[in-house]
């Protein structure tokens, strides 16, 4: 049965909680509230408005062990098309105040990113570095990345909502043991009122937010929802005294209608 405590496993052997937080566009105190609320995976990035610092902060407080936290940074595009990898990956832990991370994530596929990933490679055997993966990467980056680099990223971060499921990455994903986390659960607030899902939300007392997290959850996909609001930061992990029915699981599914909240793999500019 699934808890907030339940972890996964990754095909390096490590563990990831199936639930984080996203610490995007977050105020420093909102991770404090997470910690507190039971969250032990941090998602951030080195990528400007993302909170790395007041990641590190929360960190360094103490409030959990290190060990018993899983932190999650990402190496951001210019850092990749620089060649400036190594780099970046130590300004990112100065500011996590830690000697480690757990996960470390090439945030998009840009151009460079065979030779940072190979870096990252290193890092990760010099110990800096527990397990590596990717984010919004699609299968032909991951064809590219399997010719010339040697270790099976162990995540893919990826746009994952009900009005976005890219079927196509998902299945290649599962297919190499490489675990999927869903980036924009809630298609960045789009979906918080969907109406489609209303009649779900009356029928397990839960709000529509949390029917889709329950959903992603039930398709082993790691969620991360953010929030600045201390009452939704709990409810978005409240979601384990409730299951959805196959039916309502296949509706959900059919709600796809491929619309991205936010940029496409193959065509983005930053
Ligand atoms: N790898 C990538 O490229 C990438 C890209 C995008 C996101 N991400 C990760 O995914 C995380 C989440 O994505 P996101 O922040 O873009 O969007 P999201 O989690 O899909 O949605 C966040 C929005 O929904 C609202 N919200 C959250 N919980 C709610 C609830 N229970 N009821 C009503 N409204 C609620 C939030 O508002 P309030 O804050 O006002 O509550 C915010 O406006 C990020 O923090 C980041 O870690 C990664």
């Not at 509230?33 to 995976?41: N, S």
């Not at 400007?48 to 999650?72: H, P």
Request: charged letters at 30%; one cysteine or more; proline letters at 3%.
């Amino acid at each position: 049965m699934l808890s907030f405590q339940t972890k996964i496993k990754l095909n390096d052997g490590y563990e990831i909680p199936i639930v984080g937080f996203g610490t995007i566009r977050v105020p420093d105190e909102a991770i404090i509230m997470a910690i507190e609320a039971g969250y032990r995976l941090l998602d951030t990035a080195s990528m400007y408005k993302y909170n790395e610092s007041g990641t590190g902060d929360a960190v360094a407080s103490g409030i959990v062990k290190r060990e018993d936290l899983f932190v999650c940074t990402k190496l951001w595009t210019t850092d990749i098309r620089e060649r400036r990898t190594r780099e970046a990956f130590f300004e990112s832990l100065k500011k996590l105040k830690t000697d480690y991370v757990d996960l470390y994530l090439i945030h998009w596929p840009a151009e460079g990113f065979i030779e940072a990933y190979q870096e990252m490679e290193k890092l990760q055997k010099e110990g800096y570095i527990r397990s590596l993966g990717v984010s919004n990467f699609r299968k032909h980056h991951f064809e590219e990345l399997f010719e010339k680099t040697s270790v099976i990223p162990v995540v893919n971060e990826m746009e994952t909502n009900p009005g976005f499921q890219d079927l196509e990455t998902m299945e290649f994903c599962r297919k190499h043991n490489i675990v999927l986390e869903a980036s924009a659960p809630l298609g960045e607030g789009r979906y918080v009122n969907m109406e489609e899902l209303q009649s779900y939300a009356r029928k397990y007392n839960k709000s529509v937010p949390q029917i889709i997290l329950r959903w992603l959850l039930q398709k082993d996909i790691i969620v991360v929802p953010k929030s600045t609001k201390k009452e939704r930061i709990i409810a978005n992990a409240d979601l384990f005294d409730f299951e959805l029915s196959e039916e309502e699981m296949n509706y959900i599914d059919s709600l796809n209608r491929m619309e991205r909240s936010y940029a496409d793999p193959d065509n983005f500019n930053f």
